[in-house]
């Protein structure tokens, strides 16, 4: 009798499971039937009658009140908010946003990304002052999102891309100080070991090859044995052999590399490496 509600029990948690998988699938299909006119947009913005968007806000609209406990449901929303910023319809792509923040206040990563698009919107308007500071707020009040490691190097890109040098290695220090007092912070987790590669970024942009080098051996010393750092050993000698022309300097980082980790995909590009060196 035991053994038969035990079976029962089974029984009944597999048709539960069966009913949330059938309820998860149901509701994908809704949202994939509600985004095909927002997709049709996207393809051909310019081309998208004003009707078109209206309809594809309101059956985005109705999906998200429907299913307002799914997490497809900030995701239409992003979708109407992109909606908006593609018909160059800024101000109410903003005001999306803004509600997306005042709704999902407690989720940084979601109030991350909408305070980025935010910015973007001004930056598409060319209005990079506005942008900017919406950037900065991004890096100030949600550091430890994704968005939040990736824009003080996106806003350096931007002076990169828009020829403006001075302004571009200013950016590239600034988000050299922030990594720096990020990973001082975090040191002891993971979140250090990512922030101090980024900090090693920043000085392989400027070309400042020491301070890069700098930065690399900060990971080597603090977290050897916590993480794989077969590319972090590359990476070093790649500066030495091409950027300082130091031999001794790159033969001692592969040579680690090749001890630490033969199993490593990177081993036989190692190798090589170590060879080029020596024929010289």
């Not at 149901?26 to 949202?31: H, Q, V």
């Not at 900030?74 to 997306?100: C, E, N, P, T």
């Not at 890109?157 to 990020?182: C, G, S, W």
């Not at 916590?226 to 070093?236: C, F, G, P, Q, R």
Request: hydrophobic share 40%; aromatic share 12%; with cysteine.
């Amino acid at each position: 009798m035991k053994n038969l509600k035990n079976i029962i029990v089974v029984i009944l948690l597999a048709c539960l499971l069966a009913g949330c998988a059938n309820d998860q699938y149901s509701i994908e299909k809704n949202y994939w039937k509600a985004k095909k006119s927002a997709d049709s947009i996207f393809n051909n913005p310019h081309a998208s009658p004003p009707f078109e968007l209206e309809r594809a806000v309101k059956l985005l609209d109705a999906f998200s009140k429907k299913y307002h406990e799914n997490d497809l449901s900030v995701d239409a929303q992003f979708k109407i908010a992109s909606l908006y910023l593609v018909k160059k319809q800024y101000d109410k792509g903003r005001a999306r946003l803004g509600q997306i923040i005042d709704v999902y206040s407690d989720s940084k990563l979601v109030s991350s990304e909408a305070l980025f698009l935010v910015g973007k919107s001004y930056e598409l308007e060319d209005k990079w002052g506005l942008a900017l500071n919406h950037y900065k707020r991004i890096i100030k009040e949600y550091p430890l999102t994704k968005k939040g490691f990736d824009v003080p190097l996106y806003i350096a890109q931007y002076y990169k891309i828009k020829y403006q040098p001075d302004k571009m290695n200013a950016a590239y220090r600034e988000a050299a100080v922030h990594y720096k007092t990020l990973a001082g912070k975090h040191e002891d987790s993971l979140i250090g070991f990512s922030v101090y590669n980024l900090v090693a970024r920043c000085y392989m942009a400027l070309k400042e090859w020491d301070k890069s080098i700098d930065s690399f051996n900060i990971i080597i010393d603090k977290y050897k044995g916590k993480v794989n750092l077969d590319s972090i050993y590359l990476n070093t000698a790649l500066i030495y052999k091409n950027e300082l022309k130091n031999k001794s300097g790159a033969r001692g980082m592969i040579e680690k590399l090749i001890e630490e980790y033969p199993q490593s995909k990177l081993t036989n590009t190692a190798t090589d490496l170590l060879k080029e060196i020596d024929k010289k």
